[in-house]
Structures are given as C-alpha cells and as structure tokens.
C-alpha cells in the first residue's frame, strides 16, 4: 500500500466511527441513554488512542517530507499544523470532561457541545487534507521515498501503541471491565425498546430476555464473589455500604420482574397496544435511574476500592467470575 493510500484509508475509517456518534450524541441530548457516561468515555479513549497518534503520524512523516521538497506546500502544511493544535486542545478537554461526567460533576449538555464541536473540527479537517495532501505528495514521492515514509509511519504508529498485554492475567481493571459489561446492557435495553415502541413484540421480548438474563448473572456475580471480598476491606466511603449494592441488586430484581411481567401480558392483537406500551414508559424510566444510579456508585466507589485494595487473587476471582456471567461475546 502507497502512503497516499494508507492516508486515505485512515481517514476513512476515522470517518466511520465518527458516524456512529449519532447515536451518542441522541442519548446525550434526550437523557434516555442509561450509560451515556460511560460510553462517552469509550469515545474520549478512542480519539485519544486513535486519532491523536494518526495526528502525531502526519507531523512527523508527512509534513517534513512535503515542507522539504515542496516549496508552496509551506503556506498549507501551517493552517494544517494549527488545526492539530486545535484538535488536540480539544482532545484533552474531551478526556477531562469524560471524566467529569463519569463522576457527575459535567452534564450531558456540556458533553453533547463538545463531541459537536470536536466531531465537526475533525471532518472539516480531513476533508481539507484529502484535498490537498494526496497531490502533494504526488509531486514529491518515488517508489523508494513511499517505502521510506511507509516505514517511519507504521514505526511512528507503533511507538505510539500501548504495549500488548499478558493473555494470561486480566488486560483491564475491574473497573473498566464491569463499565464494558455495563455499556452492553445499555445497547439491549435500547434493543428492546426500539423494538418495542416500534410493537415488535416477539423482537422485544427476545431482546427483554438477553438483557434480563445477563443483567442477573452479572449481578449474581458480584453477591457470590465481588461483595464478600469488597466487605473484608472494610472502612466504606459514605455511599459504599455493602448493604447498599445489596438493596439496589434486590430493587433492580423486582424491577426486572415487574417489568417482564407487564411485558409478558402485552397481546400483538389488542387495539390499545400502543396506548398500554406508552402507559409502561414511565416505569422504565424509573428503572433506567435505578440502574444509572448503582451503575456509577459501582464505577466511583465499589470497584475502584477493590482494584486499590484487594490482592492480585481476589481481582483474578472477581474478574473470572464477571467474565463467565456473560454469554460469549458479550464484552467488546
């Protein structure tokens, strides 16, 4: 592959994960997404892993090569150079405010205005290299000088990688690997709701029955191994009683169980069926808060204490436990 075309094809794929923020940036505005904050999280994580080294990349491969042999690219390659510096301000207020609103001190308008504004910066910006780069590199390259530039490219993107992790102990924290988990349970949630409100019935109660079922053994896991471990540590912050978790993984039970029974008592015939599904969309709010709720106290306090506290095979416990709760698949 030409240099030429490796830029082209990243700033493709660039392009489609760009797209997929609609969905992000819907939950953000409407408040419906369960764990918006954790998914903008993920976003922040993969422009600062993906898009900053791409960045990073251009400054120091292409544009040297290009400002060295081609004597009117100057005036280009600088209003290049300053949207990198823009987009990578942007990037690290993006971090930060991932943060923020993971612990709930940013809201979701805060966050909405800035994947805006970072997600239109960057489209804009590839858009204009796309029309500029390609001939100019053109004017200047060789085959020996594309495999040159190829080769420190690949070498600049590898240095740039985290190192490859031990397959045979965990690759995450706890606490990010339970956000994983939690994030899949915000995707069946909407699942089934779509499906829903669109009177899918059959489709929905497929969906009602992965999200449910995963959502116990998931909680099983953490009563039958995460919680003990979690009350030997002892001397709990204020909101992270044991008893706590233990009420809120009873409530969400019976929420579980109130909500499938209403589900189940749905008729595809009825003439209300969309009067009675509206009529239900309260209750899952209020179970959507319920679960929101325990999800941060989880991510803030729970498994934040035991990755500081607990010892090495406590965590590779927990960790297989909450592993083996989940359908194959399930976490990615």
Known sequence: MSLIAKL?????????????????????????????????????NWVHSEVLPHLEAEEAVIFPALSGRVSDALPTLQRFSNDHAQLRDLIGQLSELAWKR?????????????????HWRLLDHLAREDGALPPLLMQTLNADKDAELMR???????????????????????????????????????????ALTALDLDAAKSWWRKFADALMAHARAEDNVALPIY???????????????????KGIERMLRSLGQRLDNLSPNAPSLRRR????????????????HHTLREQNIFYPILDEHADADAKEQIYSALQAAMPSGFVG
């Not at 030997?232 to 993984?249: M, T, V």
């Open 8 to 44: 082209r094809d990243d700033h493709e794929r660039l392009r489609k994960r760009l797209a997929d923020w609609d969905d992000l940036l819907v939950e953000l505005e409407s408040g419906v997404g369960t764990f918006a904050a954790l998914r903008l999280r993920d976003e922040a």
């Open 277 to 292: 599904i509206v009529v239900n969309l309260d209750r899952y709010m209020l179970f959507h808060h319920l679960i929101e």
């Open 102 to 118: 993971q612990l709930g001190a940013a809201t979701n308008a805060q966050a909405q205005e800035l994947l805006k504004t970072f």
């Open 231 to 249: 009350e030997r540590i002892g001397n709990f912050p204020k909101g992270g009683h044991p008893s706590l978790f233990d009420a809120e993984h």
């Open 152 to 194: 420190r490219w690949h070498e600049k993107i590898a240095c740039a990688q985290p190192p490859v992790p031990d397959p045979q102990s965990p690759t995450i924290t706890l606490t990010d690997l339970n956000g994983s988990i939690h994030a899949r349970f915000d995707e069946l949630l909407l699942r089934h709701l779509e």
